[in-house]
């Protein structure tokens, strides 16, 4: 599985979008980019994953640059619940039956 | 309704011992993990489990064993506790490869 950059912290105000980049230079063509969080004291929980395509669910947005180098987690209107360990994971499908392996992550601190 | 829940939450004991950590899942999925997160906050695999069948084992110590009487259980038995051991365990579920599932933690000490 490629491996992954993220910087160790980041702050965002309460309401506004927070934007956690990770950079996986290294990926191959058959993996796919996830992102989950860890809040405190709590069990990771996923978040969104995507391939090339831009994506979008209820909780977030993730876009992954043309070269599939880079990606950006967004959380259009951070709240203080928001306020966690964000861990980007690249990992190919079919393979180890969903071994995830984890990086130090972004502690994103959402302040009022 | 919990979709992974493990028993017991808190876990302390002394070095030597033998216990066990129960999880089970609600959810229908094949595959079940554990996983421990030590003091410096790393996520790590320890074992896979899918379909009752262990799928991985990344080098953990033989002390370490799991066992899944069904889809929907797996344990994890550690023989003869270390201080090393003090960690949180972790299990987690999944059908797909679209997103684990992970419980709520178990928080092990060893003294």
């Known amino acids: 599985d490629a491996k992954t950059t993220q910087p160790p912290s980041m702050d965002c105000a309460e309401g506004r979008a927070a934007n956690l980049p990770c950079n996986h230079s290294?990926?191959?063509?058959?993996?796919?980019v996830y992102w989950y969080r860890q809040i405190h004291s709590q069990g990771p929980q996923y978040i969104i994953h995507g391939l090339k395509n831009n994506e979008t669910n209820e909780m977030a947005s993730l876009i992954i640059t043309e070269d599939r180098k880079s990606s950006t987690l967004i959380l259009p209107h951070a709240t203080l619940r928001d306020t966690a360990v964000y861990y980007c994971i690249v990992r190919g499908r079919g393979t180890s039956y969903g071994k995830l392996t984890f990086g130090q992550g972004t502690i994103l601190t959402v302040h009022p | 309704d919990t979709a992974v829940s493990q028993t017991p939450k808190y876990l302390v004991t002394q070095m030597g011992n033998d216990k066990s950590i129960k999880c089970e899942q609600n959810l229908g999925h094949d595959t079940m993990y554990w996983y421990k997160q030590d003091s410096k906050k790393f996520l790590k695999i320890m074992f896979s489990?899918?379909?009752?069948?262990?799928?991985i084992n990344e080098t953990v110590p033989n002390r370490f064993s799991p066992k899944s009487p069904d889809k929907a259980h797996l344990n994890l038995h550690i023989n003869s506790l270390e201080l090393g051991d003090s960690a949180v365990y972790f299990c987690a579920s999944s059908q797909t490869e679209d997103g684990y599932t992970f419980g709520s933690g178990t928080r092990l000490t060893v003294v």
């Open positions: 290294t990926i191959s063509g058959n993996e796919y």
């Open positions: 489990y899918n379909n009752k069948e262990l799928i």
